[in-house]
């Protein structure tokens, strides 16, 4: 069974920082992608940030480019989402997915999702 459980989230003003945590289970960690994406109320859910899990490579939307860092801890089957400077925009339920490649932003081509964990920056 695959889990994937997020922590981390919580409210920040303008400015501050959190680190969100994603530990997967039942899942080959080591072969595939990790992402986050955000959902804000009446929009649609968004790449973030994700990372190939076997190299390294790291994805990044404009939006948070030089913000956020993406990392990950293997021997924990972890990743992480380090966001610094947090603006009110980045207001968002946030989510964890485990995917396959393709295109890294696209939410169809991850195969499983956490739970969310919720990010509210306040001005």
């Known amino acids: 069974q695959v889990r994937l459980v997020e922590s981390g989230g919580g409210s920040v003003q303008a400015g501050g920082s959190l680190r969100l945590s994603c530990a997967a289970s039942g899942y080959p960690y080591r072969s595939n992608r990790m992402g986050w994406f955000r959902q804000a109320p009446g929009k649609e859910r968004e790449g973030v940030a994700a990372i190939d899990t076997f190299g390294g490579t790291s994805y990044y939307a404009d939006s948070v480019k030089g913000r956020f860092t993406i990392s990950q801890d293997i021997a924990k089957n972890t990743v992480y989402l380090q966001m610094n400077s947090l603006k009110p925009e980045d207001t968002a339920m946030y989510y964890c997915?485990?995917?396959?490649?393709?295109?890294?932003?696209?939410?169809?081509?991850?195969?499983?999702w956490g739970q969310g964990t919720q990010v509210t920056v306040s001005s």
């Open positions: 997915a485990a995917g396959y490649g393709g295109p890294w932003s696209d939410p169809f081509k991850y195969n499983y």
